[in-house]
Nanobody, 119 residues
Framework: QVQLVESGGGLVQPGGSLRLSCAASGFTFSSYAMSWYRQAPGKEREFVAFVSESGVVTYYADSVKGRFTISRDNAKNTVYLQMNSLKPEDSAIYYC????????????WGQGTQVTVSS
């Protein structure tokens, strides 16, 4: 079965940085594009970043463009999200999933990792 394990979240001050990791198993990782999503309290889960199967193509939500970088290591079955210049509005639980454009494709979500940006 598909398993997605997010990690790397924490509490950081505005302007700080975090690097999130998503360890995937139960599917052929290199055959799937992957995305990061986030959900803040009282809000819908939203798309954050996309990376193609090879890692060559990336796409970002406008709200994080220029600040976040998505990447992947197919040898490690892991996708990353480097988050710089963090803002309080980035606070959310962050999730990864297989992706078709901005849409998640697996119905099995991980536990997510909490990111809190606060002074």
């Amino acid at each position: 079965q598909v398993q997605l394990v997010e990690s790397g979240g924490g509490l950081v001050q505005p302007g700080g940085s975090l690097r999130l990791s998503c360890a995937a198993s139960g599917f052929t990782f290199s055959s799937y594009a992957m995305s990061w999503y986030r959900q803040a309290p009282g809000k819908e889960r939203e798309f954050v970043a996309f990376v193609s199967e090879s890692g060559v193509v990336t796409y970002y939500a406008d709200s994080v463009k220029g600040r976040f970088t998505i990447s992947r290591d197919n040898a490690k079955n892991t996708v990353y999200l480097q988050m710089n210049s963090l803002k309080p509005e980035d606070s959310a639980i962050y999730y990864c999933n297989g992706a078709s454009g901005r849409a998640a494709i697996f119905d099995s979500w991980g536990q997510g990792t909490q990111v809190t940006v606060s002074s």
